[in-house]
């Protein structure tokens, strides 16, 4: 299959029984508009901007994750930031330490991407976005000050399904690293 469009490259983080954690972020910022993240919680591993070649790219994510196994990953930060446009914020669980693995999958998959033509223009950051707020509705003060009302232990996840995707299209092909 040969195209020219977006598509990107997904760790899904397993979230499920952590109905507490979310209910208590929403209620820390009630009164600001969040937009939150309906049930799919992914880091984004690499996202192209242009995809000459969706099959070859599905061969070398294949290739890649074959010798890879299922990763534990600390969430050990609720954090909020600016995107890089300035026009919003983001609300996120992150990791202190990116595990080797993952960051050196990132890296390797960016550049054989490139090679085969692939446009990349963000960079890896580690993140699980929760929920979106535009720049004109709050600022990041307000929000690092709603994220200090919630009550944040930190948890470690075994991530093991890999997604690659149609950006806000459809899913190309799955891989779950515990069913090997």
Known sequence: MKTN????????IPLEGRSSLLS??????????????????????VFMDSTPDIAKASGI?????GSLSPVQISIDQLEAFTTSSGKGHVIALSTKTV????????????????????TIRSRFFFHITLGRVDAEDAGLAELG???MEVNYKGFIV???KFNYRIFRGE??????????
């Open 61 to 65: 994510i294949a290739r890649h994750l």
């Open 24 to 45: 208590s972020l929403k209620e820390s910022f009630r009164g600001i508009p969040v937009r939150w993240q309906k049930g799919f919680w992914h880091v984004t591993i």
């Open 145 to 147: 000050a709603a994220l």
């Open 99 to 118: 595990p080797q693995e993952i960051s050196t999958l990132a890296e390797n998959l960016r550049k054989d991407f490139s090679r085969i033509g692939c």
């Open 5 to 12: 469009t977006k598509t990107y490259f997904e760790l899904e």
């Open 158 to 160: 075994t991530a093991s």
């Open 171 to 180: 899913l190309i092909r799955s891989w779950n690293l515990s069913l090997r």
